[in-house]
């Protein structure tokens, strides 16, 4: 039971931020290139009720990843259809990697401060450890998010950029495949070697480069959280 409090207080905020922000910012790119639904749908706040899905915020706590309600869009309003679901559909996987950024600054900040407190007794430390662990979380779950999300496979977003820069008739036919993506992406994701050999590897690289010497705490808030 403690374990599962412990899972829950540090990844719960993190979580959050990093699956509604990445929603969030696809409704405000769209209605900023024409499109108001979002918006009309009460879905431009952070109001965790109005994005999350039950099943993707249950998978965080059990596989460190998980999902939202998707923010609808209606291409039809966009000003340019084809090159503005572009930059809605990158969006969000920009908005991950941006938070990913700031996550790594907040840990390389708490791990500066922590030898300057260190003689002020536990207080400081009592605060600092969930802190630090939190920032490592969100750095993990903001790269992965990003890094999944821009799979070149509908209705990802990279699939969505992948249509925006086709010519017309190749994009209609990777549409196509929208109904079927999930199935593929699972498909590819257990049934293949692409995780081990390509997305594993880039989000590890990507960050370790952004966490530094801080790169060991994130390896051992993921022990602590996945027990890997």
């Not at 719960?12 to 699956?19: D, M, N, T």
């Not at 999902?67 to 000003?79: I, T």
């Not at 572009?86 to 990697?97: C, D, E, K, R, Y």
């Not at 407190?117 to 605060?127: R, S, T």
């Amino acid at each position: 039971m403690e374990t599962i409090v412990l899972k829950i207080s540090i990844m719960l905020v993190p979580a959050l931020l990093a699956i509604i922000m990445h929603e969030v910012s696809h409704g405000y790119v769209a209605e900023r290139c024409g499109d108001p639904t979002a918006r009309l749908l009460g879905r431009l706040n952070l109001n965790p009720l109005r994005h999350l899905d039950p099943i993707g915020t249950l998978a965080v706590f059990i596989f460190g990843f998980g999902w939202a309600r998707p923010v609808p869009v209606n291409a039809g309003n966009l000003r340019h259809p084809k090159r503005d679901m572009i930059w809605v559909s990158l969006a969000g996987p920009l908005t991950n990697l941006l938070l990913a950024l700031l996550s790594a600054f907040l840990l390389k900040a708490i791990s500066m401060v922590e030898p300057m407190m260190a003689g002020n007794g536990d207080l400081f430390l009592q605060v600092s450890k969930p802190l630090r662990m939190m920032a490592a979380f969100s750095l993990y779950i903001n790269v992965l998010l990003g890094m999944f999300n821009l799979l070149p496979v509908p209705p990802l977003d990279g699939g969505r950029v992948l249509m925006g820069v086709l010519p017309q008739r190749q994009a209609l036919l990777l549409s196509k495949l929208e109904p079927f993506g999930f199935v593929l992406i699972l498909f590819l994701i257990f049934f293949t070697d692409v995780w081990k050999l390509v997305l594993s590897p880039i989000i590890s690289t990507i960050i370790e480069w952004l966490a530094g010497e801080e790169w060991y705490l994130v390896q051992q808030a993921m022990q602590v959280l996945f027990g890997n």
